[in-house]
T-cell receptor, first 112, second 112 residues
Framework: EDQVTQSPEALRLQEGESSSLNCSYT??????LFWYRQDPGKGPEFLFT?????EEKEKERLKATLTKKESFLHITAPKPEDSATYLC?????????????WGAGTKLIIKP | GAGVSQSPSNKVTEKGKDVELRCDPI?????LYWYRQSLGQGLEFLIY????????KSGLPSDRFSAERTGGSVSTLTIQRTQQEDSAVYLC??????????FGPGTRLTVL
C-alpha cells in the first residue's frame, strides 16, 4: 500500500537553530514528491517538486533532498516567520491519474 | 487574479440545509481537486477532475456529497442535508496535468 509518513509531528527550534524534517514514503513507482508549507487558516503553499533520487532544490533557508525511500527538508538558520506546518506528498505512477498521497505534516515552531 | 479562488470564504449553515462551494481554478489547468481539512488534521481527498475524463469520486464520504466541473473550468462542491461532522475547511486545488497542485484559500464551513 502506498504510504507517506512525516516526522517529527512537531518541532520547536530556537531562531537560528538548523534542523531537518523527514518524509518517508512507500510507493511502487514514484512520479514526483512535493513539499508544501501551510500557515494557519490558509491553503497549502507549494515549495518544491523532486523527481529522482539525488535531486536537490533550494529556496532561501530551505533545501529539499530526495532518496529512493525518503525526502528531507533542511532548514538553515530559521527565522520565526518560517513557523508553519510543512506537508509532504508523493505522486505514484498511475497512468493519467495524478492524485497525491499526503503525509500528516510536521508543525514547525521557531522561537525568537 | 492568477491564483485559485474559492467562495464563499466562510459559510455558516444549519443542520439539514444544502450548501454549495465554488472553486475557480488557475486558467488552463486541466486537473482540479477538492479536499477537506478538519481542525488540526491532514488533507482528506474528496474528488478529482482531469480534463474530460470521468471524475474520481473515490474520496467522497457519503452520497450527500457531489461535485461538478462545468466547461472544464469552474467547479462546485455540493453538500446536501449538512451534518455537524461536515464542519471543516474545504480546499480546492488545480494543476497542469501531473505538475504541482496550487491551492485556493479554502471555504470554512460551520454546521450548527
Amino acid at each position: 500500500e502506498d504510504q507517506v509518513t512525516q516526522s517529527p509531528e512537531a518541532l520547536r527550534l530556537q531562531e537560528g537553530e538548523s534542523s531537518s524534517l523527514n518524509c518517508s514514503y512507500t510507493v511502487s513507482g514514484l512520479r514526483g514528491l512535493f513539499w508544501y508549507r501551510q500557515d494557519p487558516g490558509k491553503g497549502p503553499e507549494f515549495l518544491f517538486t523532486l523527481y529522482s533520487a539525488g535531486e536537490e532544490k533550494e529556496k532561501e533557508r530551505l533545501k529539499a533532498t530526495l532518496t529512493k525511500k525518503e525526502s528531507f527538508l533542511h532548514i538553515t538558520a530559521p527565522k520565526p516567520e518560517d513557523s508553519a506546518t510543512y506537508l509532504c506528498a508523493v505522486q505514484p505512477i498511475m497512468d493519467s491519474n495524478y492524485q497525491l498521497i499526503w503525509g500528516a505534516g510536521t508543525k514547525l515552531i521557531i522561537k525568537p | 487574479g492568477a491564483g485559485v479562488s474559492q467562495s464563499p470564504s466562510n459559510k455558516v449553515t444549519e443542520k439539514g440545509k444544502d450548501v454549495e462551494l465554488r472553486c475557480d481554478p488557475i486558467s488552463g489547468h486541466t486537473a482540479l481537486y477538492w479536499y477537506r481539512q478538519s481542525l488540526g488534521q491532514g488533507l482528506e481527498f474528496l474528488i478529482y477532475f482531469q480534463g474530460n475524463s470521468a471524475p474520481d469520486k473515490s474520496g467522497l464520504p457519503s452520497d450527500r456529497f457531489s461535485a461538478e466541473r462545468t466547461g472544464g473550468s469552474v467547479s462546485t462542491l455540493t453538500i446536501q442535508r449538512t451534518q455537524q461532522e461536515d464542519s471543516a475547511v474545504y480546499l480546492c486545488a488545480s494543476s497542469w496535468g501531473g505538475s504541482a497542485q496550487f491551492f485556493g484559500p479554502g471555504t470554512r464551513l460551520t454546521v450548527l
